[in-house]
T-cell receptor
Framework: AQKVTQAQTEISVVEKEDVTLDCVYETRDTTYYLFWYKQPPSGELVFLIRRNSFDEQNEISGRYSWNFQKSTSSFNFTITASQVVDSAVYFCALSVTQGGSEKLVFGKGTKLTVNP | SAVISQKPSRDICQRGTSLTIQCQVDSQVTMMFWYRQQPGQSLTLIATANQGSEATYESGFVIDKFPISRPNLTFSTLTVSNMSPEDSSIYLC???????????????FGPGTRLTVL
């Protein structure tokens, strides 16, 4: 099966706390790509990062960082010093190859609430 | 990244009617996708729409219920036909753009259309 599991349904933190969103994936592809998207209350889906399965280097972008570990099939997302504007639903996604085309499989999402 | 717009942004419709959602991109793209997001749920792919060919539907979605048009490389429509309250969802289009990695691209999403069926 090819799927993405985000075990944390909802997380609530106080502003300035660090928070990690977990993502575990399953795939039979040897080459694949992982993504994180943010969906604020307004509803649009905002692309955050794409990671190649061959590149296990951690990525940092401002307060955001991503930890990709193939050994545990995980691609976790950490927000440092969280802010109220970080409140959103965050989706992890996996690209899968079906019928010769690439498709995205999404996890169920983690709703993050950052309280002032 | 591509700039994607959708019309309408939201609508309230009566059971049994149909609604056509438009997706416009500011640049030419090969692949466009339509997703459904039911309340409180994740995204589910409805179909892939390539210009000049029939849309490819995912399991559980049929052309009679969700006809799709893709007349050119910057535009697509999704129609939700004979609507019922179960069709109340956010419908999102996405486009695939080229990234720095070969073969696999990144999908960017439109703002979505919030549909409520009474």
């Amino acid at each position: 099966a090819q799927k993405v599991t985000q075990a944390q349904t909802e997380i609530s933190v106080v502003e300035k706390e660090d928070v990690t969103l977990d993502c575990v994936y399953e795939t039979r592809d040897t080459t694949y790509y992982l993504f994180w998207y943010k969906q604020p209350p307004s509803g649009e889906l905002v692309f955050l990062i794409r990671r190649n399965s061959f590149d296990e280097q951690n990525e940092i972008s401002g307060r955001y960082s991503w930890n990709f570990q193939k050994s545990t099939s995980s691609f976790n997302f950490t927000i440092t010093a969280s802010q109220v504007v970080d409140s959103a639903v965050y989706f992890c996604a996996l690209s899968v190859t079906q019928g010769g085309s690439e498709k995205l499989v999404f996890g169920k999402g983690t709703k993050l609430t950052v309280n002032p | 990244s591509a700039v994607i717009s959708q019309k309408p942004s939201r609508d309230i419709c009566q059971r049994g009617t149909s609604l056509t959602i438009q997706c416009q991109v500011d640049s030419q793209v090969t692949m466009m996708f339509w997703y459904r997001q039911q309340p409180g749920q994740s995204l589910t792919l409805i179909a892939t729409a390539n210009q000049g060919s029939e849309a490819t539907y995912e399991s559980g979605f049929v052309i009679d219920k969700f006809p799709i048009s893709r007349p050119n490389l910057t535009f697509s429509t999704l129609t939700v036909s004979n609507m019922s309250p179960e069709d109340s969802s956010i419908y999102l289009c996405s486009v695939e753009t080229s990234g720095s990695y070969f073969e696999t691209d990144t999908q960017y999403f439109g703002p979505g259309t919030r549909l409520t069926v009474l």
